[in-house]
């Protein structure tokens, strides 16, 4: 006798799946109907034959229409998520061609200055390897990204922890392993006159103009707790910026001050248009870690990236 889920294997289709995610997606019956070029009523019968495979209801049905049900939600969300990775994975196999010329494409998300700094060398051992896996990186801040890979458009993401996003990650089979430390350092022009001091007080910075990434940006979230936490006001910003690589280059032009990454001063540092100021108490430092769905932790395309990853010198993922 076939088991539950033998028989929901053998019965339930991808025609299926797509009624439930465009369901999600449309937000009501009437215009998920209209999309599939179905009636109503039609649409209505074939999801009452999904829930009869599943065993559960997707919907209460109430004199205010319907409302999706927990269990319906969870449903929906992996429909939607399993339809992606349908068009990715056939994607992928064009791309590889008869001759196998790819093993996979990573879709793969950094905040900018990851992507300048540590992913250059993760890239370049995912396209020495043979076959080589193809890398599609997006650049984002960080809640955007965890959205991506929420929304099944991105495999992984090399990025800070924020607690926010994680936070909002809880739930949905998300798993985040710590691959390091950032510090967080203050930058300013390189003529200014507190790049020159040994030791700055945040006091002496509050009166500053400063060039910030946007909320709720990690950066900004520690630049503000930071004068908070010495009994001052956050500054608000002349200048607000995508990325922590923006605001270096503004400040390099003589707009304000900042905070980035170590790694964003250090590039930007190298051209001769910034300094580092000498904080007196700097401002907390980051980790960093590599984050995917946990229903893909044995996917070839993580375990290559976990690899190029461990190549790297001082990288631990833990």
Known sequence: MRSGEELLLARLRFRHLQMVAEV?????????????NLTQPALS????????????????????GLQKTPQGAIVMRGATLLLKELHHFHAEAEAAGPE???????????????AVSLLPAVVAR?????PPIAVSLYEANVPRLFDSLLD???DALVTVYNPDSMSKAAGHGVRFEAIGE???????????????ARSVEWGALVDEPWVLTRMPSLARVFIEDTFRRHGLQPPAPVCETDSPVTSARVVA???????????????AERAGRIR??????????ATLGLVYRTAAADHPRIAMLRQALLQLPGVRLS
């Not at 967080?184 to 022009?189: N, T």
């Not at 100021?277 to 700097?282: E, K, L, T």
Request: glycine share 10%; proline share 6%.
């Open 253 to 267: 032009e003589g707009v304000g001050l900042s905070t980035t990454p170590i790694s964003t001063a250090r590039e």
């Open 100 to 114: 196998g010329r790819i093993a996979a494409v990573l879709r793969l998300g950094a905040p900018a200055f990851l």
């Open 45 to 64: 019968k074939a999801l009452k034959e999904v829930e009869g495979l599943l065993g559960f209801a997707l919907f209460k049905r109430s004199t205010r």
């Open 152 to 154: 099944g458009d991105l």
């Open 182 to 196: 950032e510090d967080y350092v203050v930058i300013a022009p390189s003529g200014h006159r507190l790049a020159r």
């Open 276 to 285: 580092r100021i000498r904080i007196a108490s700097p401002p907390p430092c």
């Open 126 to 130: 995912l396209a020495k390897a043979r």
């Open 24 to 36: 999600e997606l449309a937000g009501s019956l009437s215009k998920a109907a209209a999309k599939l």
